[in-house]
């Protein structure tokens, strides 16, 4: 599966896009983190909503998949196995996203982490516990 609104750059380190072919990179990413995320900004259409953005000079290069040579690399991370991403708005808070999708948390039904008091949106998509989405703090 690929995302319909975003390029593969956008989701994956420099190091795995300069290596790897596309269809590999978007095989190492979940279908549900996928559909998920296209659903996101489908629902928040307004401005920009921004994982990686090296490719046009940005600072942000680990907001997707994590390998090991990323200073937040971290084993047992979502990101390290395709299952999370990262996303500042230029149009919204990460609250304001945070709470809709909290309060909508049908339309979303592949999320399964949000992390919580953070100044980006972090989702992944994790299994559920008991059917909900797990809210959790940095640290």
């Known amino acids: ?11 994956t380190p420099i190091n795995l896009y300069k290596n790897l072919h596309e269809d590999l990179l978007w095989s190492m990413l979940d279908d549900g983190l996928l559909e998920t995320i ?13 994982c990686n953005n090296y490719h046009w000079g940005g600072d942000r290069g680990w907001s997707g998949i994590r390998t090991k040579d990323s200073k937040y690399y971290s084993r047992g991370s979502q990101h390290s196995i395709g299952k999370a991403c990262d996303f500042v708005f230029s149009a919204y ?10 309060e909508n948390q049908d339309e979303f039904p592949y999320i399964g982490g949000i992390e919580m008091g953070t100044d980006w949106l972090h989702i992944d998509s994790r299994a559920k516990v008991n059917g909900k989405i797990k809210l959790f703090y940095p640290g």
Do not use: C
């Open 1 to 11: 599966m690929k995302s319909n609104r975003f390029q593969i750059h956008e989701l």
């Open 93 to 102: 808070t990460a609250k304001e996203v945070r709470d809709y999708i909290i």
């Open 38 to 50: 296209d659903k996101i900004k489908e629902v928040f259409p307004l401005g920009t909503m921004t």
